[in-house]
T-cell receptor, first 115, second 112 residues
Framework: AQTVTQSQPEMSVQEAETVTLSCTYD???????LFWYKQPPSRQMILVIR??????QNATENRFSVNFQKAAKSFSLKISDSQLGDTAMYFC????????????FGPGTSLSVIP | EAGVTQSPTHLIKTRGQQATLRCSPI?????VYWYQQALGLGLQFLLW???????NRGNFPPRFSGRQFPNYSSELNVNALELEDSALYLC???????????FGAGTRLSVL
């Protein structure tokens, strides 16, 4: 069975600074997808970034980038130039690529951006 | 384009009652997923519907059930409500080949 671990329940960062959220996962699958989702107080789960396991290049989306280490089963999220609107719960998630299967979520990291 | 919509936003029930939650996927999406987000427990997979069929279910008792309609909208039913069923229920949709799930804003179910 796949598991996703986020070891940082809470983090804070000063506005305009950079922060890195950690995520590790366990799987015996060779092909899969990894995601970071953001859930602000509005509750809407928003996709931040997506990584395909067979691609070695790390995904980037504007201020958000990942460090994907497949051998180490690590998938961290870096947020550059943090903004107040980045304050939210961040969930690391895993999905097998064999079929559009369920998404397995980590427990989440609560990020607060301090003005 | 409208996103995934869920209704109602909030639902208050008493123990033993039944709750019905509804989800409309993004236009063109044929798969609907349901997740339970209980306080302190993270998101747990409940059910997956695709093309009107139940494809997979998580580790939840049979009193959690649902269906998908011909227009791909979906309904989650929770029978014999228990206090621990209080949670945010999230619906997500996708379509084949995309492998990204798009989420609604959820239904907050409170069982008193």
């Amino acid at each position: 069975a796949q598991t996703v671990t986020q070891s940082q329940p809470e983090m804070s960062v000063q506005e305009a600074e950079t922060v890195t959220l950690s995520c590790t996962y366990d799987t015996s699958e060779s092909n899969y997808y990894l995601f970071w989702y953001k859930q602000p107080p509005s509750r809407q789960m928003i996709l931040v970034i997506r990584q395909e396991a067979y691609k070695q290049q790390n995904a980037t989306e504007n201020r958000f980038s990942v460090n994907f280490q497949k051998a180490a089963k690590s998938f961290s999220l870096k947020i550059s130039d943090s903004q107040l609107g980045d304050t939210a719960m961040y969930f690391c998630a895993f999905m097998k690529a064999a079929s559009y299967d369920k998404v397995i979520f980590g427990p989440g990291t609560s990020l607060s951006v301090i003005p | 384009e409208a996103g995934v919509t869920q209704s109602p936003t909030h639902l208050i029930k008493t123990r033993g009652q039944q709750a019905t939650l509804r989800c409309s996927p993004i236009s063109g999406h044929t798969s609907v997923y349901w997740y339970q987000q209980a306080l302190g427990l993270g998101l747990q997979f409940l059910l997956w519907y695709d093309e009107g069929e139940e494809r997979n279910r998580g580790n939840f008792p049979p009193r959690f059930s649902g269906r998908q309609f011909p227009n791909y909208s979906s309904e989650l039913n929770v029978n014999a409500l228990e206090l621990e069923d209080s949670a945010l229920y999230l619906c997500a949709s996708t379509f084949g080949g995309l492998n990204i799930q798009y989420f609604g804003a959820g239904t907050r179910l409170s069982v008193l």
